[in-house]
């Protein structure tokens, strides 16, 4: 299963960003998805994840407020729209879906997509 991200680029502290995966599986609304980041130096990091539905969401602290993750089933594409963004959220951003163990929403994700750079100048 390929999960294609892009949304990616360069903005100013404060600024806005949302970012989108899509995919072609017909399972895709099935299973959560989630977005994690890795940033230079340092590992790999859970952002956000969303239920099946779509009615649950979970977050990270450092997150929490101003990012937001949805899905649009129809498309088969999940969403992280990213607000208020600093330059500490530099990183690679990437997707994620289909967690197979009980530590979802945090790992064990099946699927994963190439990352889309996200860069937060000050």
């Known amino acids: 299963v390929q999960l294609q991200a892009s949304g990616g680029g360069l903005v100013q502290a404060g600024g806005s960003l949302g970012l989108s995966c899509v995919t072609s599986d017909r399972g895709f609304r099935t299973y959560p998805l989630a977005w994690f980041r890795q940033a230079p130096g340092k590992e790999r990091e859970f952002v956000a994840a969303i239920n099946w539905s779509g009615r649950a969401t979970y977050y990270a602290d450092v997150v929490k407020g101003r990012f937001t993750i949805s899905r649009d089933n129809d498309k088969k594409t999940v969403y992280l729209q990213m607000n208020s963004l600093k330059p500490e959220d530099t990183a690679v951003y990437s997707c994620?879906?289909?967690?197979?163990?009980?530590?979802?929403?945090?790992?064990?994700?099946?699927?994963w997509g190439q990352g889309t750079q996200v860069t937060v100048s000050s």
């Open positions: 994620a879906g289909d967690p197979r163990d009980s530590n979802w929403p945090y790992s064990g994700y099946r699927f």
